[in-house]
């Protein structure tokens, strides 16, 4: 059990610079993380049970979406002609976006030693998975017959004789985004498995031991099964590190390969990457404030934790903000009429301007507080601070993508757009997924990696000694 | 357990240690004595055992990687090809059916997809795993090894093993118990 006086505020001196609070042990860390999952469900905090049951009600709408999409067609959408593009882009993106922050912790900062990455990488790599298990939902539901959506989307040998065509930015979404989801499942589960032999190791009964040692697949820790898992480890994050980025830059092309006004831009790739960190480490600091509270963890996930994702948050988000200025520049710079008309009257003048002018709210001028530490030291504006900027992110892919085809070269195919309630619903229906899967794994998977955590402690640092 | 002759069911001697800086010396002092067949277990990794026990030979995990690579990337390349320009060649505004430039981002991605299939696949294939049964999970404090404990287990196997000496042996490398670890 961790003591409970170095468990205190989150704004101790001695907390600021910690990545673990000081005199915990091999055995205190193994006791505490595996207490989350093992201790009765009379332990489990009660506004939990609220998420799930709010998650459950979300999930419900999400069939009845779905259901009543595929009965009718993609028709009870608010699309048409010119915003053919809507809610189902939008939320593929803003999701996509949310996962990239948990490969950028496990990957990015693993190679760069960064050891404050530690005790959130496997709750950030979760949050991947089910960030990408919704985004995947939009583009197979917009096709309207999933069921089809295999020889439409990937290579597969069909009677027809017909191949997906390679020169297109959306087939290469599809390898992008599905080698990011399987990668990820991959890395998640590579770096759970020497926890799983400890929950099995401290099961309370049988089923939990026949559970946990079949996930574990016979783990044992044994110095030669570690020589080659580090190896791979290492590997891994070598090579979801120019995945990551890859991701985002190929969701980038579907809308930068085009010649539209708004979207024939060369900075979308890095533009679009930084906009998925940045949402990415609201959600991480949205999720981790209530769960590090509610279980706890505070001596784990301490307050150099919080105020590092607050520090890249500011900095993404200010990548982001430049992005928006340049887009201005590069619009005057073309000379393009319909450029400029795009950029600079459309979006902060046109009949959409109060979502452009929330996006400037939310993503530029809402980060500006972070600057100061007494705000990335404050659980509680640290938390709204990131609801407005998730808010944000997605306005951001709002005004990219409807402002954009909305009014295109011929005024006279100019139209409005707006989502339908079954947009709405199956959008708050991933949320509602989001939120139980998440909550489900806090609950029953040890959400810190407790043999890396051992790595940072005294115990874990074994010197090589040299005797004469 | 006086016999000097190991008894058949006897898969080793497990010398269990509070830190893995003892095990550390002790996996060394083992060495320099002479024993071989050994394995260590620890909560976490680390590097100096493994390089120890491995006798400082490299992982083969990079060239598993490193061919699953280069598998992927010319899988892609050729299939991507073969489909666009030979088996379904589409007329797309005049470009050339093998726009390779336009193939590029597929094959990084199935690159990378087949590299860490080999980076995690080939890493439990090289480590046995999965294992259900093992005889070290016979020894009660064996579990452990996956939560604060270090262990080191010389098998009987090796040449120099022999029961009484190989356990006065561990017993004196600072170890908190030597347990029997059988078949």
Not at chain 1, 130 to 151: D, E, N, Q, S
Not at chain 2, 72 to 81: D, I, P
């Amino acid at each position: 059990m961790a003591t409970p006086q170095t468990r205190s505020s989150g704004a101790d001196v001695d907390m600021d610079k910690a990545v673990i609070a000081p005199g915990h042990t091999s055995a205190t860390i193994t006791a505490k993380v595996s207490e989350v999952v093992y201790s009765p469900i009379s332990n489990t905090p009660k506004w939990i049970f609220g998420i799930w049951a709010i998650g459950f009600v979300l999930v419900m709408l999400l069939q009845v979406s779905i259901a009543k999409l595929l009965f009718e067609g993609t028709g009870i959408w608010g699309l048409n002609v010119p915003v053919a593009w809507g809610f189902a882009i939008i939320n593929l993106v803003w999701w996509i976006g949310i996962g990239h922050a948990g490969t950028l912790i496990s990957a990015i900062l693993l190679l760069l030693n960064q050891q404050w990455r530690t005790s959130i990488n496997r709750f950030a790599e979760a949050m991947t998975l089910f960030a990408v298990a919704c985004a995947v939902m939009f583009p197979l539901l917009h096709t309207g017959r999933p069921w089809l959506a295999a020889y439409w989307l990937l290579p597969y040998p069909n009677t027809m004789g017909m191949w997906p065509n390679f020169r297109s930015p959306l087939i290469w979404d599809v390898f992008a985004i599905s080698t990011y989801g399987t990668v990820s499942l991959l890395f998640w589960f590579t770096g759970l498995v020497p926890d799983l032999a400890t929950m099995r190791d401290r099961a309370k009964n049988k089923t939990q031991k026949v559970l946990f040692g079949m996930l574990s697949l016979g783990w044992r820790g044994s110095a030669r099964h570690w020589h080659n898992y580090e190896k791979a480890y290492l590997l891994l994050a070598g090579l979801s590190t120019p995945l990551v980025l890859s991701v985002h830059s190929v969701i980038s092309f579907d809308f930068s390969v085009s010649q539209l006004p708004g979207w024939h831009a060369t900075i979308f790739p890095p533009y679009f990457v930084a906009g998925a960190v940045f949402a990415g480490f609201a959600m991480v600091l949205l999720l981790t404030i209530p769960v590090r509270s509610a279980f706890h963890l505070e001596d784990y996930i301490t307050s150099r934790h919080l105020q590092n994702m607050a520090n890249l948050m500011l900095v993404t988000g200010m990548i982001v903000s430049y992005g928006y200025a340049m887009e201005f520049f590069f619009a005057f710079y073309s000379g393009n009429p319909f450029e400029i008309f795009a950029i600079a009257e459309n979006r902060p003048a046109g009949p959409y301007k109060y979502q452009w002018m929330s996006l400037i709210l939310c993503n530029f001028l809402a980060i500006q507080p972070l600057w100061f530490k007494r705000v990335r030291t404050s659980t509680t504006w640290l938390w709204i601070i990131s609801f407005i900027v998730s808010i944000g992110m997605w306005l951001e892919r709002f005004v990219i993508v409807v402002i954009s085809l909305h009014r295109d070269f011929l005024p006279s195919s100019w139209d409005m757009y707006s989502g339908s309630k079954w947009d709405w619903g199956l959008y708050l229906g991933t949320i509602g997924f989001f939120l139980c899967l998440m909550f489900l794994f806090v609950r029953f998977v040890p959400m810190i990696a407790m043999f890396e955590m051992k790595l940072l402690i005294p115990e874990g640092k074994v010197e090589e000694e040299h005797d004469g | 357990m006086a016999e000097s002759t190991p008894r058949a069911s006897l898969y080793g001697l497990m010398a269990e240690f509070a830190d893995a800086q003892t095990l550390l010396d002790a996996v060394h002092r083992a060495q320099a004595e002479g024993y071989d067949v050994m394995d260590a277990f620890t909560p976490f990794p680390v590097e100096a055992v493994s390089e120890a026990i491995e006798h400082h030979k490299p992982s083969k995990v990079p060239l598993l990687v490193l061919i699953g690579g280069l598998a992927g990337a010319s899988l892609a390349f050729l299939g991507q090809w073969w489909v666009a320009a030979v088996d379904y060649p589409l007329n797309i505004g005049g470009r050339p059916y093998f726009s390779w430039p336009a193939f590029v981002p597929p094959a990084f991605e199935v690159t990378i997809l087949f590299a860490s299939f080999a980076a995690v696949f080939g890493m439990f294939i090289l480590n046995g795993l999965p294992q259900p049964y093992h005889p070290v999970f016979n020894v009660k404090s064996f579990e452990r090894a996956s939560q604060d404990r270090c262990f080191l287990v010389i098998e009987s196997k090796d040449p120099k093993f022999d029961p009484q000496a190989t356990r006065e042996f561990l017993a004196g490398l600072g170890s908190e118990e030597v347990h029997d670890v059988d078949w």
